[in-house]
T-cell receptor, first 114, second 114 residues
């Protein structure tokens, strides 16, 4: 079953504005990752935040993590047309002997209007 | 750098046919995995491998087989294709099973079963 759920499902903003998307998850995690997927392409890793971190920055990206609320947010500042893509949060999943894989949410589809 | 390479990019199968989706990585990663992506469902883990000779089932393994004879290759076999297996398939690799590092994804194989 899917762990992460992104919100909103779709977001349309003007170029230059900031875009914020949220992710909620159900069980305890070791880390949370955000990925971007351009239409028809594979996923590209954006940023990883560990469970003992609260905030992380990478260029125009800012990720926060609130383990008490089991939620994370991804902020993209000064958006560009090239940021148009789907964004997924992913958490590690375990079944006893170590990590089995990543569990993904359904994604937020971001459209940047020129 | 090639990264993760998947072939073919597109495939149409008839119900009952079998085929193998190929995945190769050149980063010497121990951990490899297969996901399927369906509209509105995000990515779901099919099978994964933590090293040559070791494979295990993910969330949705039925109808698929995998093997890992080398570190580089992780093929996914559809034994008897069904329309429910129409999907986009992604192969991913990462440095270790702990998944504390990013996952690298291939470009995907779009499979249609008629």
């Amino acid at each position: 079953s899917q762990q992460g759920e992104e919100d909103p499902q779709a977001l349309s903003i003007q170029e230059g504005e900031n875009a914020t998307m949220n992710c909620s998850y159900k069980t305890s995690i070791n880390n949370l990752q955000w990925y971007r997927q351009n239409s028809g392409r594979g996923l590209v890793h954006l940023i990883l935040i560990r469970s003992n971190e609260r905030e992380k920055h990478s260029g125009r990206l800012r990720v926060t993590l609130d383990t008490s609320k089991k939620s994370s947010s991804l902020l993209i500042t000064a958006s560009r047309a090239a940021d148009t893509a789907s964004y997924f949060c992913a958490t590690d999943m375990y079944s006893g002997g170590g990590a089995d894989g990543l569990t993904f949410g359904k994604g937020t589809h971001l459209i940047i209007q020129p | 750098n090639a990264g993760v390479t998947q072939t073919p990019k597109f495939q149409v199968l008839k119900t009952g046919q079998s085929m193998t989706l190929q995945c190769a990585q050149d980063m010497n990663h121990e951990y490899m995995s297969w996901y399927r992506q369906d509209p509105g469902m995000g990515l779901r883990l099919i099978h994964y491998s933590v090293g040559a000779g070791i494979t295990d089932q993910g969330e949705v393994p039925n109808g698929y087989n995998v093997s890992r004879s080398t570190t580089e290759d992780f093929p996914l076999r559809l034994l008897s294709a069904a329309p429910s297996q129409t999907s986009v398939y992604f192969c991913a690799s990462s440095q270790d099973r702990g998944l504390i590092t990013e996952a690298f994804f291939g470009q995907g194989t779009r499979l249609t079963v008629v």
